[in-house]
């Protein structure tokens, strides 16, 4: 069974430090990994996916299949960056089935 | 128009009431979702619709049932819910279904039924 296991609730940090969100996952194919964030007060929106290979607002991720990891990284966190966060996974070649983890709260303070 | 709206905002209702969500999207996707989230857990699947067709059915209990009647709209009829259904429910969207395509989210209607 696929699954996504995000080990931190919460993950409080000050502003200018770096932050690393932990995402594990359990599956047998190939993955397809994303994070998506949430703002206070906002909709769910995707931040990226690790087919991408991009940065945005900073963050990035890397997909470690020999650690079955897609951790979420910044090295100068922002007030800004508050949120909850999600790790999300689905097969490689259909992401009609999205499999969320628990969430990480990153609180970000000045 | 780059967004998915849902309606209504807030719903309460009784166990005995036949309600109705909304969700629309008119960016040309074909694929539509809705998704379940309790407090503090994350979103669950429960339906998929791809080209206004039921594709993916995640065991969801009868008494909510969904409707796709076009290719922009997407519907989520209550009947006889339960006090635990209470919860926020998300639609998506997504280009095409059965591929890559990114889902986007709704802000979402959150139920409490009584």
């Known amino acids: 069974a696929q699954r996504v296991t995000q080990p931190e609730k919460l993950l409080s940090v000050f502003k200018g430090a770096p932050v690393e969100l932990k995402c594990n996952y359990s599956y047998s194919g190939s993955p397809e990994l994303f994070w998506y964030v949430q703002y206070s007060r906002q909709r769910l929106q995707l931040l990226l996916r690790?087919?991408s290979r991009e940065s945005i607002k900073g963050f990035t991720a890397d997909l470690n299949k020999g650690e079955t990891s897609f951790h979420l990284k910044k090295p100068f966190a922002q007030e800004e960056d508050s949120a909850m966060y999600y790790c999300a996974l689905s097969r490689a070649y259909n992401t009609d089935k999205l499999i969320f983890g628990t969430g990480t709260r990153l609180q970000v303070f000045p | 128009d780059t967004e998915v709206t849902q309606t209504p905002k807030h719903l309460v209702m009784g166990m005995t009431n036949k309600k109705s969500l909304k969700c629309e999207q008119h960016m040309g996707h074909r694929a539509m979702y809705w998704y379940k989230q309790k407090a503090k857990k994350p979103p669950e699947l429960m339906f998929v619709?791809?080209?206004?067709?039921?594709?993916i059915n995640e065991s969801v209990p009868s008494r909510f049932s969904p409707e796709c009647p076009n290719s922009s709209l997407l519907n989520l009829h209550l009947h006889a819910l339960q006090p635990e259904d209470s919860a926020l429910y998300l639609c998506?969207?997504?280009?095409?279904?059965?591929?890559?395509?990114?889902?986007?989210f709704g802000p979402g209607t959150r139920l409490t039924v009584l």
């Open positions: 690790h087919i």
């Open positions: 619709y791809s080209y206004e067709k039921l594709s």
């Open positions: 998506a969207s997504s280009l095409r279904a059965g591929v890559k395509d990114t889902q986007y």
